[in-house]
């Protein structure tokens, strides 16, 4: 079993928080209207390791978990699937549908999504890192409902709203209760980057879809919930919340303008020259093979506004001034 600590978000919304590799990860159980309701099933062995004491605490077991709800395609997020229907066999698995094929496949996800830049910016992942993810995840497992946002959840006393927060991946949900005035976001907005629990970088925030991380950013802000309880950070509450709906939104504008200097200073530039040319003025953040995300996404935002344009260099993607 591993460590975990409860906090109650609302009635009926439970955070369990426990740190994997150094980083925090909370999870969320749901007292939905048929039963409990997972929020992402976690990393390979999340249902038994820390779900299942909890269930138990409050009078369940896993094999009672109706629902699981996933925020989108991400090793630690969606990796206990396997392992939750083994112990679950009549759980429904709920996800977008524009990320349910990367979960129901871990090929296809090492592919399109932890392979994303090999093809086009030979970029990849060492062998390290790729074990590393591969072993967070077990079999891919049929995904039985696809969602688009904009649905209800039916917990026992009342409902909450289905969002589409893309930015992190294409289909990214997040979960609000207008009753009690939680946002449940996953991985939706990552303030200036994730950090070990001892606060040392790990890595800048990897969103790779632009304007959309900027609309997430903005929904949440319209929405101004109390409580925001994201996955890899402690609880915001209050003023706290705003204060990191703003620094994220400053990060995501310092590196649109940072993508495009880097271009009319540099170019044509590469992906990894980018990359490079980042760490050189900014420092690391970590694992900076992921700044290949952010970077990529305000690249092309700027070729779809006419500021930048896609050629080639060295038989790879290069942008230049438009």
């Known amino acids: 079993m591993r460590d975990t600590e ?3 978000l609302a009635p009926g919304i439970t955070r369990v ?9 909370g ?6 209207a048929n039963g409990p309701i997972l929020v992402d099933p976690g990393v390979v062995d999340a249902p038994t390791t820390v779900y299942e004491p909890v269930l138990e605490a409050n009078g369940w077991s896993l094999a009672d978990v109706s629902l699981a709800v996933l925020t989108h395609a991400d090793a630690d997020h969606h990796g206990g699937n396997a392992q939750l229907r083994e112990h679950a066999p009549s759980v429904t698995l709920a996800a977008h549908e524009a990320d349910a094929h990367l979960m129901e496949s871990v090929d296809a996800i090492m592919d399109e999504r932890y392979g994303m830049f090999e093809d086009d910016h030979g970029i990849s992942y060492d062998d390290d890192t790729r074990d590393w993810l ?8 049929r995904i039985d409902v696809r969602l688009r946002g904009g649905e209800q959840l039916a917990l026992a006393d009342r409902e909450l709203d289905v969002l589409h927060t893309p930015g992190h991946t294409r289909g990214h949900l997040a979960l609000y209760d207008s009753t009690h005035d939680v946002v449940i976001g996953g991985d939706a907005v990552f303030g200036r980057g994730v950090f070990t629990v001892d606060g040392d970088y790990i890595q800048p925030p990897p969103y790779y879809r632009h304007p959309e991380y900027e609309d997430t950013i903005g929904l949440f802000r319209a929405l101004d919930p109390e409580t925001l309880s994201l996955t890899h950070y402690e609880i915001f509450e209050g003023r706290g919340v705003e204060a990191f709906l703003d620094e994220s939104l400053a990060f995501a504008s310092e590196m649109d303008a940072l993508a495009l200097d880097l ?9 990894r020259e980018a990359i490079d040319a980042v760490v050189e003025r900014r420092g690391s953040y970590g694992l900076d093979v992921d700044l290949a995300y952010p970077l990529s ?12 344009a896609r050629t080639t260099k060295d038989g790879l993607v290069a942008w230049r001034e438009a």
């Open 6 to 8: 409860t906090t109650t």
């Open 134 to 141: 591969d072993g967070m995840m077990g079999a891919g497992e």
């Open 297 to 308: 996404g305000h690249l092309d935002s700027h070729v779809d506004r006419g500021t930048l």
């Open 17 to 25: 928080e426990t740190v994997i590799d150094g980083k925090l990860h």
């Open 263 to 271: 271009v009319e200073s540099g170019g044509p530039l590469t992906l």
């Open 27 to 32: 999870y969320h159980v749901l007292d939905g």
